[in-house]
């Protein structure tokens, strides 16, 4: 269940309800933060280290200025794994920001903000923890950020931004054990879903929410397009996010993703050219196997195809970024080997593509390919 608690995370960081904190009922700092993450999700780091650093100055005491920074050392750099001194910066910060908020816990465990400060840090070491394939270890720490989460499942009619949180929760605890069926036995423990109502808070949470406006709108795009197989739906959102950062990269790749899904692969290659000149392996593999797509489906040239999208399934994937780009590559390289007639390279990329991929419009069409 690592994605639940991944991509609920920014929504527990902040909220403007009536509670004794001082964070959430400072509506100066509220602002500020605000304008921080705006900063930080432009790319603009020097502005929203300054920002961020007048929070930390005004709250020395409070984890806020903590998990601020460790969310802006993640995106700033990414992936993790590749800069070792912010990897280890990344875990003091998140350690610091937990050590905080279990202080307010212990002075009192109904703190609504240090119930989501805490739910906040602990899931950002669980999803640490599964990114870098320690499964047992966040599956610890998702224990007992559980707790947590069921407390703001309550909360969504005091706090709008809660939405947030209950959207992804309610879709992915029906959807997630339907298409990974090993869990099922395990789902008896967690408090019952409705993707529908997921689906419908989601859309709230992008649509009202003020500090998770960009985390809600992201991943509603990103379920329509992965479970509920609607490329234009999910472009909906994402065109929210890219008329306000345009130079964010990973706004920019999940684009090129719902643009060529629909077939409008001349804007596509507008983003895949910027792709290509940044360094980062992530970025290298989407703009490779895209290209490759775009020759095979538009460009009609299977052989210039075939060698970009060899050249991308090659390429170390990331997990929760491009692991299901690479299984589109395997079924792009299944349909042109089914028209070279080669049934053995069919099979073998059909069933690549079945193994690694969770987008049900791609599993749907290897299957067909095996028929």
Known sequence: MKKIFKISLLLFIFSNFETRAQILSDSGTRQLISNGLEKMYSYDFKESTEIFNK????????????????????????P???????????????????????????????????????????????AYDADNQEFMKAVGIAKKAYGHLKKGLKWTERQPEFLYSSG??????????????IIK????????????LGLQQLDLA???????????????????????????????YNNLLIEKFPENLLYQMQRIDFLVALGKYD?????????????????QCASTVFKGLIAEKAQKDDRTAEALLLKGVKMPYDERFTKDYQAMAYVGLARIAKRAG??????????????MAEYKSTIAEAKAILK
């Open 185 to 196: 036995p395990f789902m008896f423990f967690f408090v019952n879903g409705d993707k529908k």
């Open 342 to 355: 080669e049934p053995a390279k069919v099979k073998q990329y059909a069933k690549k593509a079945i193994d």
């Open 55 to 78: 929070v930390k100055t005004r709250y020395p005491q409070h984890p806020v200025g903590y998990l601020l920074f460790a969310i802006q050392t993640e995106l700033q750099y990414f």
């Open 80 to 126: 993790l794994k590749d800069y070792p001194a912010a990897n280890k910066q990344y875990m003091s910060l998140l350690n610091q920001s937990r050590n905080l908020a279990e202080g307010m816990l212990d002075k009192d465990d109904e703190d609504i903000e240090a119930n989501f400060f805490e739910l906040a840090t602990l899931g950002y070491l669980a």
């Open 206 to 236: 992008a649509k009202k929410t003020i500090f998770v406006k960009n985390e809600a709108t992201f991943y509603a795009g990103y379920v329509y397009m992965k479970y509920e197989s609607n490329p234009a739906k999910a472009l909906y």
């Open 168 to 181: 992804i929760y309610n879709y992915y605890r029906i959807e997630y054990p339907e298409t990974h069926s």
């Open 267 to 283: 804007e596509a290659n507008d983003y895949i050219e910027k792709l290509q000149k940044q360094k980062g392996i992530i970025y």
